[in-house]
């Protein structure tokens, strides 16, 4: 599963409620930055881009990954290098397109099937899983994981972004056992830390998915 589903779809199952489709509550306000942080990682970890001083520098533009491109095309086309939190926040306006591909690449995986909605003049659609089993594997190696306290680099990656994509609630029913799990995820930071580049894009995209949830909570209770 872990060579089928890249980082970027990984974050978009989980959020998916299971019973009723459509991105869970928890995570709908930090998803569109999540996915744009993690299509970063994957570009850094596949040798198409690196940091400099918190900058992106294209290296190689060469890629068979279509929602890649689109990125990667982006990123040519900057007139200056920009730095990692600044690009999290460009893509943020391509977040329709980039949802949309995440979610056809999932299609064609037959991972999930996208269900029609109207109300009214209204019509969209969301995500419903079809491969239940996937992710209920997915969510049994992020609780093995934190149980056991260490983990791959790519394994840490993850679950540096459960916290922050408001994951845990769905891993984790019980407040206790949530309570739990948090600090055992700090400890497995602190105690498995992967290389400075990549934790640089991670605490990037989570600062950024902070911003907007605050900026939503705060003109809601406007």
């Avoid at 850094?44 to 689109?70: A, C, M, P, Q, Y």
């Avoid at 049994?140 to 791959?152: D, H, L, M, V, W």
């Amino acid at each position: 599963m872990n060579e089928l589903i890249p980082l970027s779809q990984k974050l978009y199952i989980l959020g998916i409620n299971t019973k009723k489709g459509g991105i869970v509550s928890g995570s709908a306000v930090a998803m569109n930055s999540l996915l744009s942080g993690s299509l970063i990682i994957e570009l850094f970890r596949n040798g198409n881009i690196e940091f400099d001083n918190k900058k992106i520098i294209v290296v190689n533009s060469k890629t068979d990954n279509g929602l890649h491109r689109f990125v990667l095309d982006k990123m040519n086309q900057s007139k200056r290098q920009l730095k990692i939190s600044r690009w999290i926040n460009k893509l943020g306006y391509s977040a329709k397109f980039i949802r949309k591909e995440v979610q056809q690449n999932l299609v064609k995986k037959r991972v999930i099937r996208m269900q029609p909605k109207q109300f009214l003049f209204f019509k969209w659609e969301i995500p419903v899983l079809l491969n239940k089993q996937m992710v209920a594997k997915l969510i049994a190696g992020i609780e093995k994981q934190i149980f056991s306290g260490s983990a791959t680099e790519d394994e840490i990656i993850l679950l540096s972004f459960i916290e922050p994509g408001g994951f845990l609630r769905r891993i984790y029913t019980e407040r206790a056992e949530r309570k739990k799990a948090k600090k055992r995820l700090k400890k497995m930071m602190i105690e498995n830390p992967v290389s400075e580049a990549v934790a640089e894009a991670v605490m990037a995209s989570q600062a950024v998915a902070a911003s907007v949830a605050v900026s939503v909570a705060t003109s809601g209770a406007r």
